[in-house]
C-alpha cells in the first residue's frame, strides 16, 4: 500500500511540474500555430530567440531566470518554423512581417496594453519589425546586432537562402550549414525565414520614440557594427558585454545590462 501512495505521489509530483513547464498554441492571423510559455509575474516581456532556436534556448541562459527573479512576467515563444510552432512551407507564410504579427497577436491575445521585447540575433532583427511597428512597445532590446540587416540585398540574408535551397557555392555561410546539417531542422522553413527576413529602413529607425538597449560581444563581427546601429536609431544606447555572437547573450553581464536597463 505504502508503495503504491508513494507511486501515486510522484506522479502527482510529476504531473504538477509538467504542467508549470507546459505550454500552449496561439493561432495567429494566417491560421499557423504558435507555441508559447509565460512564467512569472508583473510587467510582461517577450524573449524573441534567434534563427535555428526555440523558446527553450532562453532558460539555458542567464537573462529568463534573472527576469523572473526580478518579479517580471517572461513570454517566450517559438517563432514559426521552429520547435513546436507550425512549419508552412510557403512564401506567404513568411512575408510582410508576418512573424511580428505572431508576436504582436499574442501579445494582444494575452491581453497586454504594454510589454517589453527582447530579441537576439535574427530576434533582433523582428524586434525592430516591432518598435516600428507596434505602439504597445515600451522599451526593446536588440542583442548581437550591426546595421548590416537594414540593407535589404544584405549578402548575407540572400547566401543563406541560396545555401538552404542547395547552393553549395557560397562558403561565407559555411558555418551556418555546418550547424544546420548536424540538427534536425526543417530547411525548407528556414530558407523561406531567410528569403522573405525583412530589412527596417532607415527612415522607419529613424522615427522610434521608446528607449532602445542595443547589446553587443567584445568578440562578436557577425552582423555588422553595432555602433552604425546606434546612429540610426535616436533613442538607442550601446553596451558592450563578453563573448562572441554565440556566448554574448549567455552571460551575466548580458542578463545585467537589460535588467538595469528595464528599471
Not at 510529476?14 to 498554441?25: H, L, V
Request: glycine share 8%; charged share 20%; aromatic share 8%.
Amino acid at each position: 500500500m505504502k508503495k503504491v501512495l508513494s507511486a501515486i505521489i510522484i506522479s502527482l509530483i510529476c504531473a504538477t511540474c509538467f504542467a508549470q513547464d507546459a505550454g500552449k498554441f496561439f493561432t495567429s492571423f494566417d491560421g499557423s500555430r504558435i507555441y508559447y510559455e509565460v512564467k512569472g509575474e508583473g510587467s510582461p516581456i517577450i524573449l524573441v530567440h534567434g534563427f535555428t532556436g526555440t523558446s527553450q534556448g532562453w532558460k539555458h541562459g542567464s537573462l529568463y531566470p534573472a527576469l523572473l527573479t526580478a518579479g517580471y512576467k517572461v513570454i517566450i515563444l517559438d517563432m514559426r518554423g521552429n520547435g513546436r510552432s507550425d512549419k508552412p512551407h510557403t512564401d506567404a507564410a513568411y512575408a510582410n512581417d508576418a512573424e511580428a504579427k505572431d508576436i504582436m497577436g499574442l501579445a494582444s491575445n494575452l491581453g497586454f496594453k504594454k510589454y517589453a521585447v527582447v530579441g537576439y540575433s535574427r530576434g533582433s532583427i523582428i524586434t525592430s519589425r516591432l518598435m516600428v511597428l507596434d505602439k504597445c512597445i515600451t522599451k526593446a532590446v536588440m542583442g548581437g546586432m550591426g546595421a548590416d540587416y537594414t540593407n535589404p540585398e544584405w549578402p548575407r540574408r540572400i547566401h543563406a537562402y541560396k545555401a538552404l535551397m542547395g547552393d553549395t557555392t557560397l562558403h561565407d555561410v559555411d558555418d551556418m550549414m555546418v550547424w544546420i546539417r548536424k540538427n534536425n531542422f526543417d530547411n525548407l522553413a528556414l530558407a523561406y525565414q531567410q528569403k522573405h527576413q525583412p530589412s527596417t529602413s532607415k527612415q522607419e529607425l529613424a522615427r522610434v520614440k521608446i528607449p532602445v538597449l542595443l547589446i553587443d560581444g567584445t568578440e562578436d563581427l557577425t552582423n555588422g557594427d553595432v555602433h552604425d546601429l546606434q546612429k540610426l536609431i535616436p533613442t538607442a544606447t550601446i553596451v558592450t558585454v563578453p563573448g562572441d555572437h554565440n556566448s554574448a547573450g549567455n552571460t551575466i553581464q548580458f542578463s545585467t545590462a537589460i535588467l538595469n536597463f528595464l528599471k
